[in-house]
T-cell receptor, first 112, second 116 residues
Framework: EAQVTQNPRYLITVTGKKLTVTCSQNMNHEYMSWYRQDPGLGLRQIYYSMNVEVTDKGDVPEGYKVSRKEKRNFPLILESPSPNQTSLYFC???????????FGPGTRLTVL | DQQVKQNSPSLSVQEGRISILNCDYTNSMFDYFLWYKKYPAEGPTFLISISSIKDKNEDGRFTVFLNKSAKHLSLHIVPSQPGDSAVYFCAASARISNFGNEKLTFGTGTRLTIIP
């Protein structure tokens, strides 16, 4: 089954404790992206990747890092999480940046 | 600055009637528009899209209309069915040069409820 998976689905952590949210797709897609969804703000793009080792900032990259060492994986790294990063996070992928994106099921993160 | 706006946070429609969801944008560089549908506890799923060279695109019960002069697009669902109850996001991108949709700007979403 073609899908985008994210882990964990739910995470509660404390300020300053480094964490990684994994994202994996099995569709051999070149393009991957991370979004956060917040009430009243919709979905905002954090980072995206056009291919392996090619990443760029979206609209809200502060406080986040990404890497793309393999085509299928695009982890989101929070080196020192803060409460304002409490949000619902979505990973997405598509065959090219011109095609419609497939979204993962989301990761709900709470930073205390 | 919200470049893509969905001014109605919620909408209720009787089953069988037409649902009309609206979206406004401010960036004149946007030239490709998409609608995504989201159920609770799931990621958004692509519904329909339209390029700025068109003013209408139809796919089954779903039709998207684009009014470039007004910087407005709408999604029509007819007839509305209970399974259409979800949050709908419009999104826009500027496909300039050789770039694609890598930078998508989303609206805040409209929660559609279909009343049986």
């Amino acid at each position: 089954e073609a899908q985008v998976t994210q882990n964990p689905r739910y995470l509660i952590t404390v300020t300053g404790k480094k964490l990684t949210v994994t994202c994996s797709q099995n569709m051999n897609h070149e393009y991957m992206s991370w979004y956060r969804q917040d009430p009243g703000l919709g979905l905002r793009q954090i980072y995206y990747s056009m291919n392996v080792e090619v990443t760029d900032k979206g609209d809200v990259p502060e406080g986040y890092k990404v890497s793309r060492k393999e085509k299928r994986n695009f982890p989101l790294i929070l080196e020192s999480p803060s409460p304002n990063q409490t949000s619902l996070y979505f990973c997405a992928s598509s065959s090219t940046s011109y095609n419609e994106q497939f979204f993962g099921p989301g990761t709900r993160l709470t930073v205390l | 600055d919200q470049q893509v706006k969905q001014n109605s946070p919620s909408l209720s429609v009787q089953e069988g009637r037409i649902s009309i969801l609206n979206c406004d944008y401010t960036n004149s560089m946007f030239d490709y528009f998409l609608w995504y549908k989201k159920y609770p506890a799931e990621g958004p799923t692509f519904l329909i899209s339209i390029s700025s060279i068109k003013d209408k695109n139809e796919d089954g019960r779903f039709t998207v209309f684009l009014n470039k002069s007004a910087k407005h697009l709408s999604l029509h669902i007819v007839p509305s069915q209970p399974g259409d109850s979800a949050v709908y996001f419009c999104a826009a991108s500027a496909r300039i040069s050789n770039f694609g949709n890598e930078k998508l700007t989303f609206g805040t979403g409209t929660r559609l409820t279909i009343i049986p």
